[in-house]
């Protein structure tokens, strides 16, 4: 089974509902929120390796969710998923390494893109520890 844990960030709840299921199916621990804050609070209670983010949040927003994210997780991965074909990425977060280059764009036909950008995520996840490992040594 796959010890992989991932969180679904998005407001409509029938994607939430269909993200949780194709992750459950494919072996994933998965978590679910509707807003930013309420991810947060998910996040402090939970071991999170990869979230999917929706751009368009509630308050809050995907850009900032992933920033306030990966200052308090910097291990954590992301994925952004919006429905939106025009959106603005910021750079400070295209940036990071934890941030999947491909954006997911709604509705996602082939879910095994989620699976591929999950195993590139924690690919690098792993790398990063053993570098960081390396180095205390």
């Not at 969710?65 to 910097?74: D, G, K, T």
Request: net charge negative; proline share 3%.
């Amino acid at each position: 089974m796959n010890t992989t844990t991932v969180l679904v960030v998005d407001d409509d709840e029938a994607v939430r509902t269909s993200l949780n299921v194709h992750f459950e199916d494919t072996g994933f621990s998965v978590f679910s929120a509707c807003s930013a804050e309420e991810s947060l609070s998910i996040m402090e209670e939970q071991l999170i390796d990869i979230a999917i983010v929706d751009l368009r949040l509630p308050v809050m927003n995907g850009m900032d969710l992933i920033r306030e994210a990966h200052s308090r997780w910097p291990g954590m991965g992301f994925i952004i998923h919006t429905g939106s074909v025009e959106f603005d990425l910021a750079e400070d977060v295209t940036a990071l390494p934890q941030v999947s280059d491909n954006i997911c764009i709604k509705p996602v036909v082939d879910m095994s893109v989620f699976s591929h950008e999950i195993h590139s995520l924690m690919i690098k996840k792993d790398i990063n520890y053993e570098q960081r490992d390396n180095l205390n040594d």
